[in-house]
């Protein structure tokens, strides 16, 4: 796992092709992952956890499943950016 510094402030470069192979690797793990269900839900608990967090613990499995969750999330906002900036380009 990376430290806060070195996970929030990653960002994917390198060439057009390395861009391109960091989406769509990036992509099919996610989908892999989490279904689209999953994901709705995990994303649905993070919230209430945030806000609920005295009144259940979690326990240690679905923490970490949750972290695993945010850091694929993490990723696939980074990949889902760099597609946008393509599509936002003029041709």
């Known amino acids: 796992m990376y430290a806060p510094d070195q996970f929030l402030h990653k960002r994917p470069s390198g060439t057009k092709a390395e861009l391109d192979t960091?989406?769509?690797t990036t992509l099919k793990n996610f989908f892999e992952t989490y279904s689209l269900?999953?994901?709705l839900e995990y994303l649905w608990?993070?919230?209430q956890q945030s806000f609920y967090t005295k009144s259940r613990i979690l326990p240690n499995a679905?923490?970490?499943n949750l972290i695993a969750y945010y850091e694929h999330l993490h990723s696939l906002i980074l990949a889902i950016s760099?597609?946008?900036n393509d599509l936002e380009?003029?041709?």
């Open 82 to 84: 760099l597609v946008n």
């Open 22 to 24: 960091f989406v769509k």
């Open 62 to 64: 679905e923490r970490a």
């Open 89 to 91: 380009r003029p041709k």
């Open 45 to 47: 608990r993070m919230i």
């Open 37 to 39: 269900d999953d994901s």
